[in-house]
């Protein structure tokens, strides 16, 4: 049994590397927070940034960019409604968070590059540090479709439903209510209070991949989501601390795994940490840790 999923969505490193030069793929650098500068110090062959904040944020609201925007980013990438956008990123969940937004303002052929950046280098791929050149391409606004998006009223409002799982894909002393943010953040900050939304269930978000962020062989995702009760039949709703980890479970489970029913919290603790009235849950401060 492969030991890394195999799905239409995925492209290998291999595969990135026969369509560098295709006219119908533009490879996508989305940048991260561990190192947000990484596109500058070397990047796939012809791939332009896009730095995740500036490129897919509203920039005075904490919103998605507007579909005239999302238009303008893509045709300024040389994109057009049929190009195969191809993201990747030093953390895999910030190629899942772009293609959620892609989704979400209507481009349809999209895949995220199995495994991270480091993986490219590991292959023995070449890296280029020159910026792409890009002619820009048509691309009127499509229509936006956020049925994958849920608000913390939504959130709040089926906390009872037995028809859905919320599933909390944060470290373990997140979700324990140790930590706001994972260990690697220098200052730990993120939210008020520290815990988990009530009754959401935890799947720690990297046990779903290799150790160069490949995911896991589909079995294994099953697997992982089932023994959560996130079955095909519920609505799955995930979140994280921003919702970049939140979107890998609805990746996973929608595309790799085809669920028909699973959206994101992008609010995440984040917002649900810090708005006043809303439960919480914190297992440190209970004695359960």
């Known amino acids: 049994m492969s030991e890394e999923a195999i799905s239409e969505w995925l492209a290998s490193t291999d595969w990135i590397a026969e369509h560098v030069d295709d006219p119908d793929v533009r490879i996508v650098e989305v940048g991260n927070l561990k190192d947000p500068e990484a596109y500058a110090s070397g990047h796939i062959p012809g791939a332009i940034h896009w730095p995740w904040q500036e490129s897919l944020w509203h920039p005075t609201m904490r919103e998605f960019v507007t579909p005239h925007d999302f238009a303008e980013l893509m045709s300024n ?70 049925s994958c998006r849920i608000g913390r009223q939504g959130v709040l409002a ?75 039949d519920k609505e799955i709703v995930s979140y994280c601390r921003l919702s970049h980890r939140g979107t890998m479970a609805w990746f996973v489970t929608k595309f790799l795994l085809g669920y028909p029913r699973v959206k994101v919290y992008d609010g995440s603790w984040t917002e649900w940490g810090s708005i006043v009235g809303m439960p919480i849950v914190n297992k440190s401060i209970e004695g359960k840790s």
């Open 158 to 232: 089926g906390l009872e439903n037995t028809d859905r799982v919320l599933v909390d894909m944060r470290t373990p002393d997140e979700y324990m209510g140790r930590r706001v943010s994972p260990k690697w953040f220098s200052v730990d900050h993120g939210a008020v209070r520290k815990g988990h939304i009530p009754g959401a269930q935890h799947l720690y978000y990297a046990t779903l991949l290799n150790k160069n962020e490949t995911f896991k062989s589909l079995s294994y995702l099953q697997n992982a989501f089932n023994g959560i009760g996130a079955t095909p």
């Open 77 to 146: 990438s040389g994109i057009h409604h049929d190009t195969t956008v191809v993201l990747y990123s030093g953390q895999i969940q910030f190629s899942t968070y772009a293609f959620w937004v892609c989704t979400m303002r209507g481009h349809k052929n999209l895949k995220i590059m199995d495994g991270n950046k480091n993986l490219w280098s590991q292959k023995g791929r070449p890296l280029m540090h020159d910026l792409s050149r890009i002619t820009p391409a048509e691309y009127p606004v499509r229509d936006i479709d956020e």
